[in-house]
């Protein structure tokens, strides 16, 4: 009792530790972690509710494992009550922590394919069809195909996500009714043995249990299938990024699949092993501290990494033109697929030769609306000596009057300065037309961390 009593703590400890972290993480999400009407950050919104169904599923977990502890501590006062209550909660627990698990797949396979469309060669993912007049509403044979994959993914993830959802929907209200009712008889006057409903009820709960951990099985093993082409496109996203600033970012990506994919390859052992077959005796006691390590950290460690990704502004992933883009030209109100696509200087086409920073500030022309959107790349850069060459008018005079005083251009006022610029020196022109080629970007019940019930164990 003592070694059980030990390790159950110990279970506690190694869970609970994370309330406060995924707390904070998930409130920060609310106002780090946005979409932005972005259609490459559609993961956003679901990774922000996968946080929130991890916190609640922390709280049932410990709250689980004290009520267990307390029962084979010798605790004599209403002991059957804690043990009852106990169980019901590690089966809550387990599945708001499949809860959490679907909204972070989701999340994962929408980001996925948000940097595909970044880091895909020739294609401005940002941009939009009705936002420009030079197109007349017509879209390429790229987009429609882009069009077609889009829908594809999603239909694929909602049948997906829709079929763990009910695989966790049905282990709950499969064991819940089994405990009701084996609890309902064994805890009551009616529990002799030689009684027929007595046999029948305990048979009954023994073939519920057996069908719950199948249930249990089955959705820890899909998703583990499904990490695998996760891990593996990840790798190829991270070498389409080679040279490009977003590689960091991308880098995060295939970490956090690498996470998760462990994740779950120990779900698939404890299934394997302890779980699944009708003669296992049940998990072992070092279950009770290997299980929140390799479950809770490795699913924290995923959630933290996918956080960062997602938070990150300069080198993160974006299609549209933001605040903090090198390629913001200050346009207010940019709606959704009328900002510039987000480009890093030939994005998606491999590593770049770039070219050497111009000192000295630098300004932009502001262009009529409608030449915004014919450009292939950020505004062109005008220097002060090409915005203050006015050409020269031969005037003409006529007979008989004086010619009017020379006119000066008005000086115009500088309308954006370039970050990481400086004006210690001024480019001439021949200097300034190799600014396009800048880059002035700076540097359950399976899968439940609480102590699975003893019927569930053995």
């Known amino acids: 009792m003592i070694a059980e009593f030990n390790y159950t703590v110990a279970n506690a400890v190694l869970t609970g530790i994370f309330i406060i972290p995924v707390f904070v993480l998930a409130i920060m999400s609310i106002f780090q972690v946005k979409r932005r009407k972005d259609p490459v950050r559609d993961g956003a919104p679901w990774l922000k509710i996968s946080f929130m169904w991890f916190f609640l599923s922390l709280l049932p977990t410990v709250a689980s494992d ?82 077609s994959k889009r829908r594809v993914v999603q239909v694929a993830t909602a049948v997906l996500g829709v079929l763990l959802l009910a695989l966790s929907v049905a282990l709950l209200g499969k064991a819940l009714a089994a405990y009701v009712k084996y609890y309902s008889l064994i805890y009551s006057d009616n529990n002799d043995s030689s009684n027929t409903d007595y046999t029948y009820t305990v048979a009954n ?137 987000y480009q890093y200087a030939g994005y998606g086409v491999g590593p770049q030769s770039y070219a050497p920073v111009p000192q000295g500030p630098v300004y932009h022309q502001m262009q009529h609306p409608a030449q915004v959107h014919e450009m292939a790349h950020p505004v062109q850069p005008v220097y002060p000596q090409e915005m203050y060459a006015t050409p020269q008018l031969q005037y003409q005079q006529p007979y008989g009057i004086n010619p009017p005083a020379q006119q000066h251009p008005q000086q115009l006022p500088p309308q954006q300065h370039v970050y990481g610029v400086s004006p210690q020196q001024t480019p001439s022109p021949a200097q300034s037309r190799s600014a396009p080629g800048v880059d002035p970007t700076p540097p359950p019940a399976s899968g439940t961390s609480a102590t699975p019930p003893s019927e569930l164990k053995s």
């Not at 080679?242 to 779950?264: E, N, S």
């Not at 390590?293 to 997602?310: P, R």
Request: charged share 10%; glycine share 10%; aromatic share 16%.
């Open 205 to 341: 709960y023994v073939a519920s249990i057996h069908v719950a951990r199948k249930l249990g099985g089955a959705f820890d093993i899909l998703v583990w299938v499904l990490s695998l082409p996760m891990l593996g496109f990840a790798g190829y996203l991270v070498h389409r990024a080679q040279g490009l600033p977003i590689k960091g970012t991308v880098v995060l990506y295939l970490v956090a699949t690498i996470f998760w994919f462990l994740r779950f390859l120990w779900h698939l052992i404890y299934n394997a092993i302890w779980l699944l077959p009708e003669d296992s005796i049940g998990a072992p006691i070092w279950f009770e501290i290997a299980d929140p390590l390799l479950n809770v950290w490795l699913f924290f460690i995923t959630l933290l990494l996918l956080y960062i990704m997602a938070a990150r502004r300069a080198g993160g992933l974006w299609s549209t033109a933001q605040p903090w883009t090198h390629f913001g030209n200050g346009y207010p109100n940019q709606e959704y697929g009328v900002a510039q696509p």
């Open 66 to 147: 004290a009520l267990y502890a307390a029962v084979v501590s010798g605790y004599d006062s209403s002991v059957t009550s804690l043990f009852k209550v106990g169980n019901y909660l590690s089966l809550i627990s387990g599945f708001l922590e499949q809860l959490a698990t679907v909204f972070c797949l989701v999340a994962m396979v929408e980001f996925a394919y948000g940097f595909y469309m970044v880091l895909k060669p020739g294609v401005n993912s940002g941009a939009s069809i009705a936002g420009d007049p030079t197109r007349n509403g017509v879209a390429t044979v790229e987009e429609v195909g882009d069009r």
